[in-house]
């Protein structure tokens, strides 16, 4: 198969957007975006797995999380700090003293530490902790927050909105480039349809189609794409075939005890399983 490099270098867009894409358009960086973050190098030829929980909820529990998900390959740590929940009664998550948690499993592990930014005042007290700032499905449109993640210092992840187009998706990241922050990563994480028996629909087609209009890297998120952790494997494999530079996955140390998103956490040693059969998927589809 071609890589991703050369399929979609050159390629006339589908999308016509109007006023065009400045930044984040696919002709901006013919090459691809690739940067570093701590070590990890985000759009190059590795598949980079970001792993651990939906929200950091003890010490045992990232520090736990943390150790497996290294062991077993992956290159970054999740885990929530600010959780956008739908109701105002569940867990909201740790906050700062789930920031000083990441860090702590950061300074032990050497991973890099991805985590939620939900509110701009919140942006320079999660710069001290995290590598990349991630910017939730839920706050895709939130153009305020946008601009200002736009003028920050670390890479940024941002999760398609769960009704988002592509296009729409693209201005958004158009929004963070524009205010100066080159390093921004886009991440699939399923839509919503008409379709119940998984918590969103994965859309894998958004992988080719943002591939095709933008230099950015793309990653997918098969845990919230499904909402069932037996799935996360299938749609991995599927994901990286179809030419994701990388994967969110969500683990935990003991996903039946998880405060958030237990039913769609891979456990250490399915998480451990999940990567052994990614290897050969990307070794087929010419990643590492
Ligand atoms: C998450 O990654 O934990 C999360 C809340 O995801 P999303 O914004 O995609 O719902
Ligand atoms: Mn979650």
Redo the contacts with the bound molecule.
């Keep these: 198969m071609k890589s991703a490099t050369e399929y979609f270098s050159g390629s006339e867009p589908i999308l016509t957007i109007d006023p065009p894409l400045q930044y984040a358009r696919r002709d901006a960086n013919p090459l691809g975006t690739v940067f570093n973050v701590c070590g990890v190098t985000i759009g190059g030829p590795e598949v980079v797995v970001m792993a651990g929980p ?1 929200a950091v909820e003890s010490e045992e529990q990232i520090l736990a999380t943390a150790r497996a998900v290294k062991a077993s390959g992956a290159k970054v740590l999740r885990g ?1 700090a600010y ?2 929940r739908t109701s105002p009664y569940s867990f909201q998550g740790m906050r700062e003293d789930g920031l000083k948690l990441l860090s702590q499993a950061r300074e032990e592990t050497g991973l890099a530490v991805v985590t ?1 930014v939900m509110d701009a005042r919140h942006i320079d007290l999660v710069v001290q902790h995290a590598d990349i700032l ?1 910017i ?3 706050n895709m449109q939130n153009f305020t927050l946008l601009e200002e993640v736009g003028k920050c210092s670390k890479p940024i992840l941002l ?1 398609r909105g769960m009704s988002a187009t592509i296009e729409e998706y693209l201005q958004a990241a158009e929004y963070v480039m524009k205010g100066g922050n080159r390093r921004l990563i886009l991440c699939e ?1 399923g839509i919503r349809t008409f379709e119940p028996s998984t918590r969103n629909t994965l859309d894998l087609n958004a992988v080719p189609m943002l591939r095709r209009h933008t230099h950015l890297p793309v990653i997918v ?1 098969p845990s ?1 794409g499904t909402g069932h952790w037996w799935m996360v494997p299938y749609l991995s494999c599927a994901a990286v075939a179809a030419g994701a530079d990388g994967l ?1 996955i969500e683990v935990h140390s003991n996903p039946q005890e998880a405060l958030s ?1 237990g039913p769609q956490s891979l456990s250490p040693d399915g998480f451990d399983s999940l990567m052994q059969e990614l290897r050969a998927v990307a070794r087929a589809v010419g990643r590492e």
């Design positions: 939906c929530g959780k956008p939620e991630q939730g499905s839920r999760k994480r998120d919230h969110l998103d």
